[in-house]
């Protein structure tokens, strides 16, 4: 096999979560672009719709699913109709997650310390977080069994790995804010997920990998990125595509021999 075979999703079936989002369109984009049929399967249904429309002639069919990773009936409800679609399902990429820097509903979360952070915001992360990837390897799950491979990779966090620097939060003569706990709890859980799963599947070719990125620039303020840039090695944020590489390794046979492996990709966040 050639290198570029190795990188070839031709003929192969994927879905991300959260496809809409950030990072989601770019994990979509890298897959279709590969030669791979994507489902962009996202909770605002008309977002999926757009991102499916941008990406559409780039490589592989690209498909929009509405799809809440909270409810297994809608899971199982998005695998069945991506089989029906495609006859297969190789890759599952779980990218959905609540990130109070991005999610308007979560925004207040910064504010919030540790001894009054709420139980109900506790909750939804983990919901989303970490029961929603739960419930999407469960629906995938059948069908990789029945085809006899697949290549699940959850999208971690370097928050998962250490703990926040609060310091790159505080703005002087405001409040405190901080990284919320569930974040930081969540993406952690995905990790044991991710080592768990690697060895429930020993015997079979299902591979679980995780990917975990380091911060990637998405209109954050001027202070936010020198305080960020200061604590990575290669002194800056990550582009929104800087994880794209790392994906298609995970996802294709290029990775197949790794397993229950976290791939970092942090511009050195973690190296200090």
């Known amino acids: ?7 070839d999703l031709t003929d192969r079936s994927a879905i991300v979560t959260g496809g809409a989002g950030l990072l989601g369109r770019e994990f979509a984009r890298t897959l279709a672009e590969a030669g791979a049929d994507v489902a962009i399967a996202d909770r605002d249904g008309r977002a999926a719709e757009s991102a499916a429309a941008e990406l559409k002639g780039v490589g592989g069919r690209v498909l929009a699913f509405e799809a ?30 609540l990130d109070p820097k991005f999610d308007s509903g979560q925004a207040g ?50 928050y998962g790995l250490v703990g926040p620097d609060q310091r790159i939060y505080q703005r002087a003569g405001q409040p405190p ?27 079979t070719k299902i591979r679980v990998n995780a990917l975990t990125p380091g911060g990637v620039f998405h209109e954050h303020d001027d202070e936010f990125v020198r305080a960020y840039s200061a604590r990575t090695v290669l002194g800056r944020m990550a582009r929104k595509d800087e994880m794209n590489g790392a994906l298609l390794f995970l996802a294709s046979d290029a990775s197949s021999y790794m397993t229950g492996a976290n791939l970092v990709v942090d511009g050195g966040w973690t190296a200090w």
Request: hydrophobic share 45%.
């Open 177 to 203: 804010r901080y990284k919320p706990v569930s974040y930081s709890v969540t993406k952690a859980g995905l990790l044991g997920l991710t080592r768990y799963l690697a060895t429930y599947f020993a015997g």
């Open 68 to 97: 809440d990773v909270t409810s297994a009936a809608s899971l199982q409800d998005l695998a069945g109709r991506l089989l029906g679609e495609t006859g297969r399902i190789d890759i599952l990429v779980n990218s959905a997650a």
């Open 1 to 7: 096999m050639t290198s570029s075979d190795m990188f």
């Open 109 to 158: 979360r910064h504010t919030q310390a540790f001894e009054e952070f709420p139980l109900e915001a506790w909750n939804q992360a983990l919901e989303v977080n970490l029961t929603g990837s739960f419930l999407a390897c469960q629906a995938v799950a059948g069908a990789m069994r029945a085809q006899g491979s697949g290549s699940i990779v959850n999208i971690c966090s370097t």
